[in-house]
């Protein structure tokens, strides 16, 4: 059961394209946020689409491989865990940042 303990798997589209940094070391982090959709009948008997959004990290191959072949609009599967920090801003307020980080990827689609 340890296995599962914090894993998060996702279908979804890339929503932008990827922003790759490059470290001194050369090690490469990958941003990017998937859109994974749901559907439901409402109570009129409507299908009603819900969208959510998720931001994913990735780093090392990962990066590299999102980096040479994922672009907006791709579909993927990520399989992670779920990560929460918190940061400063240039304003000096405190953000808080919830994403998943990536252990596989999968591409899929064209």
């Keep these: 059961m340890n296995a599962m303990k914090n894993r998060v798997q996702l279908i979804g589209h890339v929503g932008q394209e990827p922003e790759v940094k490059t470290f001194d070391g050369g ?12 559907y439901y ?11 959510e959004w998720h931001k994913v990290v990735a ?3 990962t990066a590299e491989i999102i980096e040479k ?5 791709k579909e993927i599967a990520i399989d992670g865990k779920l990560t929460h920090r918190s940061y400063d801003d ?20 064209k």
């Design 69 to 73: 072949y994922v672009t907006k609009g």
């Design 41 to 51: 009948t409402n109570d009129k008997g409507e299908k009603v689409e819900n969208t």
């Design 90 to 109: 240039k304003d000096g307020t405190k953000r808080y940042v919830t994403e998943v980080v990536v252990n596989d990827l999968l591409l899929l689609g």
């Design 27 to 38: 090690k490469k982090v990958a941003n990017i946020t998937i859109a994974t959709n749901d």
């Design 59 to 61: 780093w090392g191959k």
